[in-house]
């Protein structure tokens, strides 16, 4: 054996805590959107965890809280779109608005504590892990005073979505318009279209929604849309016969209300339906090659009264779930 | 727009609003705007009152904010030329014990390319 010292001069460091103990962790959490508030609720579950989350708007709901454009809703059932451990017998309809799911998630943030945890009109600047203390060091500008504060923790969770850095497209002469240029991602609430001239540029999922929902009111309508685009009937048909406007009665909704067992096989039974269409994404397989047929004979007929060279335009050449 | 899963948009009463006596669909490029018109390549010009730009968002998954993980690497340096890569969607190498809820789907949006 060695020696020993018989006096040593810097002692093992032995703390007197049992193996085991859960040792203090801080959590610093970037945006109180839907992801946020779920964190939320699995952190009254956790042993030794602060935290706290950084949310750049003035309140909670992310997308849902800054998406505001006509027609503006899920593509699937609310049903589904809600977390798998909370149910919301009081849905109006299968497919909701924006307005109600932010409402919803707004519920469930007052009873996660998220409001108690939350910094609002908070936008993380910048994270930088230090290694010698083991922590990220955050960088918070506070948006109404114009200060940056500084904070850290052991964990950083971005819980930030994509959906909010809206983009203006590249058109040359787009701000030289002196009309209304207005932007689905930061639509403003007063603005009224009614018996005005619009042009709605683009294909996708926002302009898809916005177009029929504004057609009623406007004057005219020009729909720019460079790419075709896959327009599937709506889906879980068999659960919404009226499509959109199907809405929950006041006696679904008192049974969804007194029987639990009965709303969770209704979301199961909304959730299946969901991913019993996951096949069709196989590249190259029967079903998708079978979906294809499907959706394309659904634009046909919905196209039927349309000049015949510009519905087939309107046909995509891509495969079926290739792009959205 | 938001959170179709499922790549294809559900569009109830879209193509159908297209053909109502109010509205064109316009396959042609925009060449330019001006102070009153949206101009297609063609040199059609279109005046209108309002544009509505449904043209989406940065979906790179890239950090807002400068993000600097151990020895110093920038995350948003670096996804900007590999793209957005995660372990599992949701851990990043040299981001200790950062973790972001996005799954990493970018170059190909197709689900199973």
Known sequence: ?324 | MLTSRFSVTPGEGYLEALQEENVEIVRTSIKEITSNSVVTSEGKAYPVDVIIAATGYDTSYTPAFKMTGRHGVDLGARWAKTGAEAYFTCAVPDMPNYFSKFPSITRDTSMLN
């Open chain 1, 1 to 324: 054996m060695g020696s020993l010292s018989a006096t040593p001069t810097t002692l093992p460091l032995v703390t007197p805590t049992p193996l085991n103990t859960p040792r203090p962790i801080r959590i610093i959490v970037i945006g109180a959107g839907i992801s946020g508030i779920a964190f939320a609720y699995k952190a009254l579950s956790l042993t030794n965890v602060t935290f706290v989350i950084y949310e750049k708007n003035a309140d909670v709901g992310g997308t849902w809280f800054e998406s505001r454009y006509p027609g503006c809703s899920c593509d699937i059932p609310a049903h589904s779109y809600s977390y798998p451990w909370v149910s919301n017998p009081e849905w109006s309809h299968v497919y909701v608005g924006a307005e109600e799911i932010c409402e919803f998630y707004k519920a469930r943030a007052r009873e996660y504590n998220v409001y108690e945890n939350t910094k609002f009109n908070h936008r993380v600047v910048s994270s930088e892990w230090d290694a010698e203390v083991g922590r990220w060091k955050v960088k918070a500008l506070d948006e109404k005073t114009g200060v940056v504060v500084e904070d850290e923790a052991e964990v950083v969770l971005n819980c930030a979505g994509v959906l909010n850095r809206w983009k203006w497209p590249e058109i040359q002469g787009l701000h030289s318009f002196e009309g209304t240029l207005v932007h689905t991602g930061n639509y403003p609430q007063d603005l009224d279209l009614t018996g005005k001239s619009v042009a709605v540029i683009g294909a996708g999922s926002s302009a898809i929604q916005v177009v029929p929902t504004i057609q009623p009111v406007v004057k005219s309508l020009t729909n720019f849309a460079r790419s075709a685009a896959w327009i599937a009937p709506q889906f879980v048909g068999r659960l919404a016969p009226d499509g959109r406007r199907t809405a929950y009665s006041e006696e679904q909704k008192r049974k969804f209300r007194e029987d639990a067992e009965y709303l969770k096989q209704y979301r199961r039974e909304v959730d299946h339906e969901l991913n019993s269409r996951f096949p069709n994404f196989y590249k190259g397989s029967p079903r998708q090659k079978a979906s294809r047929e499907l959706v394309e004979k659904s634009m046909r007929e919905k196209l039927a009264g349309m000049d015949s060279v510009l519905r087939e335009s309107l046909i995509p050449d891509f495969d079926v779930g290739c792009r959205r």
